[in-house]
């Protein structure tokens, strides 16, 4: 099962760490290759560096794809599409995780702790490990998001200022 072969990193701050067990073992229980990065233990536990430190492992490809947990799942959304090439989503409904994979090719998924059960957040996660990218009427899309993203991160970096995008 193709599913299965997918490297998935979880974390959480301190208002998600009930969340993050239940899913951790609810995927482990499962099969799935899932880590614990645990960074608040040996790095910060300000929930922006512990997004920004899964992203970029995401970023470098040591994983696939990555959850992140907090209290409303904002948070950690906006910083972890601080990291150039990865895309998450906040998703507290099954058909909203399904489409973050299928329209947004997004490999983070995020959610609140303190905004779903934990069973409603394991049904989201299915919908989400089961759900890849249909490209079709969606590429052009995302691959302008790519286009902006290029010009946001690299237009103040010197040269001609220009990255050739127009909006
Ligand atoms: C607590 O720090 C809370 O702000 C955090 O868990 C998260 O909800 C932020 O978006």
């Known amino acids: 099962m193709e599913q299965m072969k997918l490297r998935i990193a979880i974390d959480s701050d301190d208002a998600a760490t009930g ?3 239940v899913l951790f073992d609810y995927l482990k ?6 880590t614990d990065l645990n960074y608040a233990e040996t790095g910060s536990a300000l929930y922006p560096d512990i997004g920004y430190h899964l992203a970029k492992r995401v970023q470098e490809k040591e994983f696939d ?3 992140l947990l907090c209290g409303t ?24 995780a ?18 779903i059960g934990p069973e409603l957040a394991k049904k989201i ?16 899309k995302v691959e302008r998001i790519h286009e902006l993203e290029s010009k946001s991160f690299h237009d103040s970096e010197g040269g001609t200022g220009d990255s050739g995008v127009s909006v």
């Open 19 to 21: 969340l993050k067990k």
């Open 29 to 34: 229980d499962q099969g799935i290759e899932i």
């Open 65 to 67: 794809r990555g959850i």
């Open 73 to 96: 799942g904002l948070g950690m959304s906006i910083v972890a599409n601080k990291v150039e090439g990865v895309y998450a989503g906040v998703c507290h409904d099954v058909y909203s």
């Open 98 to 115: 399904e489409r973050l994979r299928k329209s947004n090719n997004a490999q983070i998924i995020t959610m609140g702790a303190r905004v």
């Open 125 to 140: 996660i299915d919908a989400w490990i089961h759900s890849e990218f249909e490209g079709k009427g969606s590429l052009p």
